[in-house]
């Protein structure tokens, strides 16, 4: 397996259970313009967020160990309501890694703890990431003041290219139920970047004060910190099905269409 590896270029390789794992490659673009990506978005398994842990696990080793039989050195999961690290470990393929996993948690909760020390966090994510609790442990041993409430619409809505005034009362729905004294609202789905905008204004509305905090680029901190990042600066992207609104999304965020293989890994 390893000679396999070695015989392809170091890749950093990135999934999540769509699009929103592309907020995450773009801020990782940004910091490491040469760094070789594949990505894989599980987009016929997507939402994520809403499903049984046990379902979550098998995903998450499917989508790894793709990844790696297409070159990946490292592995970075976009994606909260899984955690890579864990699936791995108990699944014995840790081993195969060859060189850092990096989730979404730790880089976040570091940013957090540093940027807004002593401010009142509000975790906004899927029932799945919730449920984990790892924000939550996460947050208790860095003293950070958290609450943590579930959208369990959000990212399913905005992976199917749902209406803005659908994703609008979703998002108000969640703003109404923040503590009036929320100091930073944390989008810790990664496809909620997307709508980040749609945030911000129902914030204003509702008369809160908190400001909206995107982790992506904390994560991208650590993958230049822990990754193989001198490449040519080529994306490769694996979808397990077609999605007009993953292409539509790729077409804004890179210049020209990249290609995309389809490839179904169910389990
Ligand atoms: N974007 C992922 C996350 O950060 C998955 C969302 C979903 O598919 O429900 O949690």
Redesign the pocket.
Known sequence: LYTTYDILSPMIGIF???V??LTVLTKIRERAPDADIIYFGDTKN?????RPLEELRAFTSSAVELLLSKGARDIVS?????SAFTTLSESGLLAQVPLSIIE?TRPTVRALARDFTGEKIVFL??P??IASSIYARGCAESGINATHIAIPEL??AI?RGAPRDEIISIVARAVSVLPRDTDVVSL????YPFVQDIFIEEIARAGLAAETFDPADSVAEEVCVGCEKNGNGTARFILSKDSAVFRDTLSRIFVGSPMIEIRDVSV
């Open positions: 999540d259970s769509g929103g794992g997507a939402p994520y967020g809403t976009a994606c909260n309501s899984v979404m994510a899927t799945a990431t990212a399913g992976e810790s789905c990664t496809h």
